[in-house]
């Protein structure tokens, strides 16, 4: 499986990782498996770690499963840290989703450190 979910009580962070070639219908099983633990937790922190991924979903699955993130009862209160590589397509992608999440009004940003991304997450009222 080319992604894991973690939650992390302390920090009331979801870790989501992924590696390798992570395609449309990963995205999707990904994306509702991320769901389901902010639901049962009621965790409003993401960290995404993509640092390791070797192939991405398409624009137009990004696209429709944040577009879809309040039908599925994603809070707005919700804060996203995505940290992606340095490869320009990664980095074309990451961007493309925390504009894409702007939109629709989530609050989203992308790094290319871990430690930027938990400190950005950890700056702000999430409740």
Same mark, same amino acid.
């Given at each position: ?5 973690? /939650? ?6 979801? !870790? ?5 070639? $992570? ?10 498996? &991320?769901?389901? $633990?902010?639901?049962?937790? #009621?965790?409003? #922190?993401?960290?995404?770690?993509? #640092? ?6 398409? !624009?137009?699955? $990004? /696209?429709?499963?944040? #577009? ?5 009862? !994603? ?6 840290? $995505? ?13 493309? /989703? ?20 938990? &400190? ?8």
């Amino acid at each position: 499986m080319p992604w894991e979910t973690q /939650y992390d009580a302390g920090k009331q962070t979801l !870790v989501v990782t992924a590696t390798g070639h $992570v395609s449309d219908e990963d995205a999707k099983a990904l994306t509702a498996r &991320a769901i389901s $633990v902010l639901k049962e937790t #009621r965790a409003t #922190r993401v960290l995404g770690d993509c #640092r390791k991924m070797e192939s991405a979903p398409s !624009v137009a699955t $990004v /696209y429709w499963l944040v #577009r879809d993130y309040g039908k599925h009862g !994603v809070s707005k209160q919700t804060r996203i840290a $995505v940290v992606h590589s340095k490869a320009r397509p990664a980095t074309e992608l990451a961007q493309f /989703y925390e504009t894409v999440c702007l939109n629709q009004q989530y609050e989203a940003r992308v790094f290319l450190s871990p430690a930027a991304a938990e &400190a950005w997450l950890q700056s702000g009222t999430t409740t």
